[in-house]
């Protein structure tokens, strides 16, 4: 029997009340966790605004949701590419014009295990870039909307930063000495989180009313190795996905 609150089962979306009048922000929300959020928070009666890049995956992604969760369901797209700030800037203005209240951003988005060093638009390490940047560069952005909702920010970090360097490497912060698939994802990682920990003691001092959360999803069936991972990756984590090590991608959603 689990010695948690939660009780032997742990916590499940049934824990969720009616979330009606409620809005959520998620990047990433075509596939994997962030798409299993998107539908379990349209199941309790919220609305849903995706960020991602791709919109035919973004559509039928839609599609897909009003299927299962009801053709009245609240949930709509924004293209975002949080490998250019450009795209980022746009989104976020994009957001502001047309939601005058958002209730949570969740930044979920990412990419992992990239098997050689890429940079974004702007010129920063890819992981780094999209993992942290475009997400630091998205919560300011939406910082006062958040604000005015005593809303909430999300930050899908990972326990995994634990596999890396385990601090941030300021002398070379795109990895041009050093470049390594999974030490460069890890250090993405531990800055989301470094990142949301500050800003929780800021928005303390300042006494606003946006209240920070760091998360930790577990080894989920996503597709995020599949997605920019090496042919290695792919195949050892197609193998771990068959054992109890990883988890459902809906699971990973609960955090």
Known sequence: MSKTKFGANGWTPSRINDL????????????????????????????????????QK???????????????SKVSFIKMDLASLAS???????????????????????????????????????????NHYGHFLLCGLLYDLLDQSKGRIVVVASEGYKMGIKTIQFDDMNWDKNYHPNNTYCHSKLAQMLF????????????????IYVCHPGASATSLIKNSGSLKSKIIFGIMSMTPLVQSAEKGAYP
């Open 196 to 211: 949301a920990y500050e800003l929780q003691d800021k928005t303390a001092a300042a006494q606003r009313d946006v209240k």
């Open 58 to 72: 973004s559509n039928d992604a839609i599609a897909k949701l009003k299927l299962e969760c009801g053709s009245d």
């Open 20 to 55: 009606k009048g409620k809005t959520y922000l998620i990047t990433g929300a075509n596939t994997g966790a962030g798409f299993e959020a998107s539908k379990i928070l349209l199941s309790k009666g919220a609305e849903v605004i995706m960020l991602n890049r791709n919109t």
């Open 88 to 130: 980022v800037r746009e989104a976020a203005a994009q957001v502001k014009s047309e939601f005058h209240k958002i209730d949570a951003l969740i930044c979920n988005a990412a990419i992992a295990q990239v098997p050689t060093q890429k940079f974004t638009k702007d010129g920063f390490e890819s992981q780094l870039g999209v």
